[in-house]
């Protein structure tokens, strides 16, 4: 199921070139991108202790200046175990998907230096173990929600 949901999420992302026939992307510690740029950045992170060891699930995701031209993932949804998203340095644009409000462990987004715009939503409040958001330089507009606070 992670898998297709990497897949949906590489798309949604803008990511092109993705081969996911390589294999488990727990165990190559990261996703193939044919014709990666060397000074990006292209992780992932598992915890394989689930089921007695014989079950992984993505904890982080780390895309980091690779251009990607797409949005952010409503289907991060789909990876229900993840902490931490890295996703700065790229050309994203829209906004900070509602969606994101139901993983329960997001401790770390890190969103600089794209092109995300409109306010910062107050929903990121539902995120009870966040401990960094990182969105500078980007286009938000408006007030740091109150909620925030």
């Known amino acids: ?22 294999g488990d992307p727990c165990q190559l510690e990261g996703l193939k991108i044919d014709d990666q740029n060397p000074d ?3 992780s992932i992170t598992c915890d394989c202790s689930f089921n007695n060891k014989s079950t992984c699930h993505i904890t982080e995701l780390k ?8 949005k952010l993932p409503p289907e991060l949804v789909k990876l229900r175990y993840l902490q931490t998203i890295d996703f700065c340095r790229n050309y994203l ?9 139901s993983l329960p462990y997001f401790t770390s987004i890190s969103l600089c230096a794209n ?7 107050a929903w ?9 958001l990182g969105v500078e330089a980007n286009q938000f507009s408006g007030p740091i929600p109150d909620e925030l606070g």
């Open 63 to 70: 895309l980091k200046t690779l251009s990607l031209p797409g």
């Open 1 to 22: 199921d992670e898998l297709k949901a990497l897949g949906e999420i590489a798309n949604t992302l803008g990511i092109k070139n993705l081969n996911l026939s390589y």
């Open 124 to 132: 990121l409040q539902k995120f009870k173990n966040l401990t960094f």
């Open 115 to 121: 092109r995300l715009s409109g306010p910062l939503p």
């Open 40 to 42: 990006s950045t292209n």
């Open 93 to 101: 644009s829209g906004t900070i998907p509602v969606e994101w409000a």
